[in-house]
């Protein structure tokens, strides 16, 4: 929105949006200012907190800005409440910061946001105002320049994925296992490529899982061989079950997939998972 960001750079204060409504005879928008204490969020135990900046100061400002269009009368009506306080510093990202992202582009966005935030003090980012960059900035800017090297779908994740797994060399997908929404599962190249990994050796697995891995809120499984003092990634499975009303429905995939394994030649001596398999909901 011009208008909110015209509004930003003349008072220093910045506004996020808090509601968009359409109407036959014009849009509405509201925003609220960030710094009001409505956004506090719940206090936090100090010690639990790794902090990069200063942590952030909340006013009793009530700050609101709703801009009102009117199509009939080619209008635009703005209503502005705020009571004032210490100015919100501005948030943004310099060229300096940017070509250093650039650069270190195949960091996870983490690490390079750590990364910036102690560099503060070499001369070239000095006055990059750093410690004032958000990790959602950084975020941003990195996922627009590594976005083109892996989604291939910009309207279907799902295809999106199956696409990419499909392209690289030594990933093969489990074909029984590929439910849009449901199930993605893949074998990497450390399982499919029997002239460098021998399988025979593949004597000790480990199972691990993690649990809302992306914006869909997947669950995430992989298998993990432990290959001359090495682990190694055997496979993956990618699953969401919660949409589906059917007895056993994790467990069945789960049995699948590492049915799956089994059957292409995986036979462990010895499993270890640091999940309780039993006390899982099937």
């Not at 992202?101 to 935030?117: D, E, G, V």
């Not at 309207?155 to 030594?170: H, M, N, T, Y």
């Not at 480990?206 to 995430?220: A, R, W, Y």
Request: glycine share 6%.
């Amino acid at each position: 929105m011009l208008l909110r960001n015209d509004i930003f750079d003349c008072s220093g204060y910045y506004f996020y949006s808090r509601h968009a409504h359409e109407r036959r005879g014009g849009a509405k928008y509201s925003f609220g200012c960030p710094a009001s204490v409505e956004n506090r969020p719940p206090e936090r135990d100090p010690s639990t907190i790794q902090r990069y900046t200063a942590q952030k100061e909340y006013f009793e400002c009530h700050g609101e800005l709703h801009i009102s269009f009117s199509q009939a009368n080619e209008s635009a009506t703005l209503i502005y409440e705020h009571i004032g306080h210490t100015e919100s510093r501005r948030f943004h990202m310099t060229d300096e910061i940017r070509n250093y992202i650039t650069s270190n582009k195949n960091l996870p966005p983490r690490q390079i946001y750590q990364n910036l935030i102690q560099m503060t003090d070499i001369s070239e980012f000095e006055k990059t105002e750093a410690v004032i960059l958000t990790r959602q900035q950084v975020y941003n800017f990195w996922i627009s320049l590594t976005r083109g090297e892996w989604q291939r779908d910009a309207a279907d994740d799902f295809k999106s994925a199956q696409v990419l797994v499909a392209e690289l060399d030594g990933y093969e997908l489990v074909e029984d296992l590929q439910e849009p929404g449901i199930s993605l599962a893949f074998l990497t190249p450390c399982f499919t490529d029997r002239r460098k990994f021998n399988r025979d050796k593949m004597t000790e697995i480990f199972i691990d899982s993690t649990f809302g891995t992306n914006k869909h809120g997947f669950e995430l499984y992989c298998v993990l061989a432990e290959y001359d003092l090495v682990s190694l990634p055997l496979s993956y499975l990618l699953l969401d079950t919660r949409g589906l009303q059917e007895d056993g429905k994790r467990g069945s995939r789960l049995t699948q997939w590492f049915m799956t394994l089994r059957n292409a030649g995986l036979k462990p001596k010895f499993v270890h998972t640091d999940k309780d398999f039993a006390g899982m909901k099937p």
